[in-house]
């Protein structure tokens, strides 16, 4: 009676990270990796890791339990079956996308295998080709603050130029002239 205990009140925390990681991750990817070894495996989780991605396997009752709640859980139903991973992106919402993205082009017809099921970004439900073809294509958070820090730094950088813009001209005219008398 015990071991029954003890594995209810760990599936009741699991349910409770589960629950916990999509409350905070700004979007969430779920896969099939049916077909891949664990040589593949393995390196997709490395992908992930670098990229600040956590990814877990979890059972699809599980799963289905912690987002019981959530008004998209319903839409949910025909992707958690099978065998089913789960990739929790907390501060890039594209960031499990694109490497997923990367991950199947770099690994030819391995990378065929991993099948992209569903996608939620921000609450709302995104099916596989939305995932792979819209999320995947995202700018990212570095790409979003360089073309924010572009945009902020081109008024000064044209202000600059203002400021020389007469000083070159002068300079130019005095060349004219020298060249003209010379």
């Known amino acids: 009676m015990a071991a029954q205990t003890s594995t209810r009140e760990g599936k009741t925390a699991l349910i409770g990270e589960v629950k916990e990681n999509f409350g905070k991750s700004t979007s969430v990817v779920f896969v099939d990796y049916k077909g891949l070894t664990v040589d593949k495996v393995t390196k997709l989780r490395a992908k992930f890791r670098a990229a600040g991605v956590e990814y877990k396997v979890v059972k699809n009752t599980l799963v289905k339990q912690a987002i019981k709640d959530e008004a998209w859980a319903s839409k949910l139903d025909k992707t958690l079956t099978g065998m089913t991973g789960v990739a929790y992106s907390f501060e890039d919402p594209s960031a499990a996308a694109k490497v997923l993205k990367e991950f199947k082009k770099d690994q030819g017809d391995a990378g065929q295998k991993l099948v992209v099921k569903a996608g939620i970004l921000d609450g709302q439900f995104l099916d596989g080709n939305a995932v792979e073809n819209q999320l995947a294509n995202l700018p990212g958070k570095n790409e979003l603050r360089q073309m924010l820090l572009a945009t902020l730094q081109a008024p000064s950088q ?19 002239k020298e060249e003209q008398q010379g």
């Not at 044209?158 to 004219?176: G, H, I, S």
């Open 158 to 176: 044209q202000f600059v130029a203002l400021l020389q813009a007469p000083a070159q001209n002068f300079a130019y005219l005095l060349k004219a």
